[in-house]
């Protein structure tokens, strides 16, 4: 049981550039979500999912896309790159009341 | 989501306890509280979640008064390893994915 897999762990982009962060988890959970963490400050919520096919906003969406199309997958999208997406980000999953079990995060550093 | 007050800091000495308040004074009927933590800048992990009553796992203790305005996380024998960064999150029970988190507690383990 992997539990919840990001990759890559690191990453530098060009401004402009567009990647995929990828998310997996192995528990067949129902819930899965993205987060941003900026030196010194908490998790932001950027984007979440309460089952495959189904996506919303969080407190922090701009930027960012998401899609599931499968319970396991759940990745984010930077469609262009900028040096305010300098950030690290964590993925998690949960069922709909129990606890989140979080990635190890993806430290992005965009120039 | 109801907000959290925390304060942003807390010294603690190894093989004490390690009392973490939390005050959510608009905390709603259907609101759960739910307590993380995060070690370095790893990723946050789970601890304990609780509606009314008194909670206890094999990591911590949680107390949530009556009126369930506020709630004390009990570490009961601190060790240097417990030193983190302690979030108080509130929600409803089924919000899945949709932690919304504050500033968090700097708990310091001295020896």
Known sequence: NAGVTQTPKFQVLKTGQSMTLQCAQDMNHEYMSWYRQDPGMGLRLIHYSVGAGITDQGEVPNGYNVSRSTTEDFPLRLLSAAPSQTSVYFCASSTANGGAFFGQGTRLTVV | ?111
């Open chain 2, 1 to 111: 989501d109801a907000k959290t007050t925390q304060p942003p800091s807390m010294d603690c000495a190894e093989g004490r306890a390690a009392n973490l308040p939390c005050n959510h004074s608009t905390i709603s009927g259907n609101e759960y509280v739910y307590w993380y933590r995060q070690i370095h800048s790893q990723g946050p992990q789970y601890i304990i979640h609780g509606l009314k009553n008194n909670e206890t796992n094999e990591m911590a203790s949680l107390i949530i008064t009556e009126d369930r305005k506020s709630s004390t996380l009990i570490l009961p024998h601190a060790t240097l390893r417990d030193t983190a960064v302690y979030y108080c999150i509130v929600r409803v029970f089924t919000g899945g994915g949709k932690l919304i988190f504050g500033q968090g507690t700097e708990l310091s383990v001295k020896p």
